[in-house]
């Protein structure tokens, strides 16, 4: 099996567990005199089994991305490289944006009102965050590659 198709089953089983948690919630309280839509002690032995099943997905890719050897260091690494991308990405265009007025009233009506005045460089800050986001599609690039060309490890 591809990393990517584990990553694929991981995502099912998360969705798989929290449809089964919400299943547990509203099935745990009945009103007297009714049955519940549904055994909620059947729901939770199967949500075990599921969450036993994505921790041991977990693993396997985990172990699989740290073994995995790309440019510059191991998958995880460039997991981790995409991750403060795109925290420095968006950090940088909220900061832009806030020193250009994005959202706030941008112009004087009266001669006597106070004139806002950015107070940081928006063309340079722009720049950057399209850097950044230049950056950001390498890296993603690289690791979805990646994961359609390795397979998943034991």
């Known amino acids: 099996m591809k990393l990517a198709e584990a990553l694929a089953l991981r995502a099912d089983a998360a969705r798989r567990v929290e449809q089964l948690r919400t299943r547990v919630a509203a099935s745990a309280r009945y009103q007297e005199g009714e049955a519940p839509a549904e055994d909620p002690a059947v729901l939770l032995t199967e949500a075990g089994e599921v969450l036993g099943e994505l921790e041991a997905l977990i693993r396997r890719i985990n172990r699989t991305n740290a073994a995995t050897a790309v440019e510059g260091g191991t998958l995880t690494d460039a997991l981790a490289r995409r991750d403060v991308l795109r ?52 890296v993603d690039t690289l690791i979805q590659r990646t994961n359609w060309e390795v397979d998943l490890l034991d």
């Not at 968006?90 to 994005?102: C, P, R």
């Open 87 to 138: 925290l420095r990405h968006s950090l940088v265009t909220s900061a832009a944006d806030a020193a250009a007025g994005e959202g706030q009233r941008g112009f004087r009506q009266l001669r006597s009102e106070l004139k806002m005045i950015p107070a940081l460089p928006v063309a340079e800050l722009r720049g950057q965050a399209d850097d950044l986001a230049r950056q950001l599609r390498e």
